[in-house]
């Protein structure tokens, strides 16, 4: 689904645009529907058919599930979102040349703060996959999948508004990095696990 969304909003744009046009405009920020899944993706780290296998974490030596969380989302960003990630790039990159390799980067530095986001709004004070795949139809999740889609459009609205500024990508994407560098140690601060 994240590979393919991109792709048929180009072809549509192939519909009304020749293809010059579409390489030069900003068709490339159609990449940011590759980023609707994460919301999904984080929830469903909470979930397993091995459930019960759980108690290992909290046996552990570690005092918080924080950690685990922290050492969760960054196995799914490698093993699940940077693969299709770069995928999509390469093709973008591709189609519309290295203009939108810092685009690409924002849109890189995005999927990691809206990973962080989703983590937020969906945290249960449980260790990851720690409850059965039949909780996953709790009351209010439509709600908060549609806010994390609705932040993916802001981040892409955002992205557009700095496009239209001199040098603005490259601010938007320095602010972005020191956004989400410092969320990402609020969120997961060893004074936080130790609370």
Do not use: C
């Amino acid at each position: 689904m994240a590979i393919v969304f991109p792709f048929i909003f180009i072809f549509n744009l192939l519909h009304s645009q020749s293809y010059a046009e579409v390489v030069q405009g900003k068709g490339y920020l159609n990449v940011y529907f590759a980023l609707i899944i994460i919301g999904v993706t984080v929830s469903m780290l909470r979930y397993s058919s091995k459930y019960k296998a759980a108690w290992v974490l909290s046996a552990a030596p570690v005092e918080d599930a924080l950690k685990s969380y922290s050492a969760a989302l960054k196995a799914m960003l490698v093993k699940l979102l940077l693969p299709i990630f770069i995928l999509v790039a390469v093709i973008f990159v591709g189609i519309f040349s290295v203009r939108i390799i810092p685009d690409m980067l924002i849109v890189g530095v995005v999927a990691i703060l809206q990973t962080l986001i989703s983590y937020k709004l969906l945290k249960g004070d449980d260790f990851p996959f720690s409850e059965k795949f039949e909780a996953t139809s709790q009351a209010g999740s439509t709600i908060k999948y549609f806010m994390m889609m609705a932040f993916v459009g802001v981040f892409a609205a955002l992205h557009y508004v700095s496009t239209l500024i001199v040098l603005g990508k490259y601010i938007y994407l320095v602010v972005l990095l020191i956004v989400t560098i410092a969320a990402w140690k609020n969120i997961f601060s060893s004074r936080k696990m130790l609370e």
